[in-house]
């Protein structure tokens, strides 16, 4: 060939760098947004724990003695035990065998498969991480060392992880109820902190785990590399954004440390980006492009940060939101979408940033673990 094209695919010519160049530093951003969760994370293990204790009966094993905690610790318990999601995966493959239109065959064995990569993983971290759970470590230390001993095994919780894999399995499959299949993997992780078997890290390791190993299982496995990295920017907007919550609930603003100026910017930020996001759709009927996708997440995430006023979920948001503007056009989520399946993430997207409003400002440090 006389001429080569210098287009976007080809590694070697200007447009190509440049593509690797972004693709690196949005990776780098990604990770800064992970560590600052895992970061945070790490400042809560210790006082959740202790709270738990608190109100935690020694008589039979342990009960929480507030009803609602002892409700979700038992319920997520039974949820995420692998029994039951192997007969959900079992209910999958008999659907698809008795009506072979559906995709019930195809998604059980997707499930099956989910569940296998997942129990491999946690597996092999829990004991390569040795951490001991909160019952023989109320600070949340790490041992950092491998262990086979029974307890020492807490990062990152199984339980989490399998529901996770699941959930995202099912939610590619059914997207319209994506959001019920996230929450319920939600409620297992929850819990797990609540019963006393894990940290709040440990389900947030559990969670980004479970993530890979349903995008993985779900994806031809040939594309698993583009697969994992998916998965990594799916989880950190999950993860980013309840951490955010979890911080704001937990910590209180200090006498003094009120910023006008900043909550005013992001409440700014957060409208900006939801009128990013409704232009987007009204110029298109399916889904918005990745540009004005990634400029949309990028304005709301840094808008509620500064609304919280916390230095770490600042960082965090904005790790992330740099993390997928850079990444442009191959963020998670803004592939072509039915019109039902359009609105159903929109009025998601919606309430996500109505309940985060909400838990900023009306609910600033509820949580007794001072």
């Not at 409620?187 to 797990?192: G, T, Y």
């Not at 969670?207 to 950190?236: F, H």
């Not at 948001?317 to 993390?323: R, T």
């Amino acid at each position: 060939m006389l001429f080569r094209s210098m287009d976007s695919s080809d590694p070697v010519s200007p447009a190509g760098r440049g593509v690797r160049i972004s693709r690196s530093a949005s990776l780098a951003c990604l990770c800064a947004a992970f560590g600052c969760v895992l970061w945070g994370l790490r400042q809560l293990d210790g006082p959740v724990a202790r709270y738990l204790r608190t109100i935690t009966t020694p008589e039979g094993g342990g009960t929480l003695t507030v009803p609602w905690m002892a409700f979700v610790s038992h319920a997520g318990n039974w949820i995420g035990d692998g029994r039951q999601l192997l007969i959900v995966s079992a209910i999958l493959l008999a659907a698809g065998w008795m009506m072979p239109a559906s995709r019930g065959i195809a998604t059980g064995i997707q499930s099956l498969w989910a569940h296998g990569l997942a129990t491999v993983l946690v597996h092999t971290v829990k004991h390569l991480v040795g951490r001991p759970r909160p019952k023989f470590s109320a600070s949340g230390e790490w041992s950092m060392a491998p262990s086979l001993a029974s307890g020492f095994d807490s990062f990152p919780s199984g339980h989490t992880t399998a529901t996770f894999a699941l959930a995202i399995v099912l939610s590619r499959r059914f997207p319209l109820l994506a959001a019920l299949f996230m929450g319920i993997a939600a409620f297992v992780a929850l819990s797990r902190v609540l019963r006393g078997s894990h940290f709040t890290s440990d389900v947030f390791g559990g969670w980004v785990l479970g993530t890979v190993s349903g995008m993985v299982a779900s994806n031809p496995w040939k594309d698993w590399i583009r697969s994992v990295e998916s998965a990594l920017y799916q989880a950190a907007i999950g993860t980013v954004w309840i951490f955010a919550l979890v911080w704001a609930m937990a910590v209180p603003v200090e006498s003094g440390q009120e910023s006008p100026f900043l909550i005013g910017c992001g409440a700014l930020l957060v409208v900006a980006g939801c009128v990013i996001r409704v232009r987007a759709r009204g110029t298109s009927r399916m889904a918005p492009t990745a540009r004005s996708s990634s400029g949309a997440i990028l304005a709301m995430a840094l808008g509620l940060s500064l609304i919280s006023t916390a230095p770490i979920v600042m960082a965090a948001a904005g790790s992330l939101g740099l993390a997928l503007r850079l990444r442009g056009d191959q963020i998670p989520g803004v592939e072509a979408e039915s019109r039902w399946v359009a609105v159903f993430r929109e009025c998601e997207m919606a309430a996500a940033v109505l309940l985060s409003l909400i838990i900023l400002v009306a609910f600033r440090g509820v949580l007794p673990l001072a």
